[in-house]
Nanobody, 124 residues
Framework: QVQLVESGGGLVQAGGSLRLSCAASGRAFGSYAMGWFRQAPGNEREFVAAIRWSFGNPYYADSVKGRFTISRDNAKSTVYLQMNSLKPEDTAVYYC?????????????????WGQGTQVTVSS
């Protein structure tokens, strides 16, 4: 089993930046990739970005491409989401998730374990 703990959310003005962190434990049980999703009130959970623990390029939703960067620190078993040029529409609860394969990483069903979420609020 993989345990995930997010941190770094908060309130920021439009145009500002935040960095989210997701610390993973229990990776020996098979995590292959990590992803970030977000969910605003009344909306479905939405894919943001994904990255493998090993090789390959990250993958981003079009809505965040060029503004958000996902990265990893394998030694710390931690994944980050650097969010720049934030917009009010980025306001949501952000979740990190762990997947055992790269299949379907743009959908929630592609992930096996989830963190508790961290709130990001962008004011206009």
């Amino acid at each position: 089993q993989v345990q995930l703990v997010e941190s770094g959310g908060g309130l920021v003005q439009a145009g500002g930046s935040l960095r989210l962190s997701c610390a993973a434990s229990g990776r020996a049980f098979g995590s292959y990739a990590m992803g970030w999703f977000r969910q605003a009130p009344g909306n479905e959970r939405e894919f943001v970005a994904a990255i493998r623990w090993s090789f390959g390029n990250p993958y981003y939703a079009d809505s965040v491409k060029g503004r958000f960067t996902i990265s990893r620190d394998n030694a710390k078993s931690t994944v980050y989401l650097q969010m720049n040029s934030l917009k009010p529409e980025d306001t949501a609860v952000y979740y990190c998730a762990s997947a055992n394969t790269w299949r379907e990483v743009t959908t929630a069903r592609g992930f096996d374990y989830w963190g508790q979420g961290t709130q990001v609020t962008v004011s206009s």
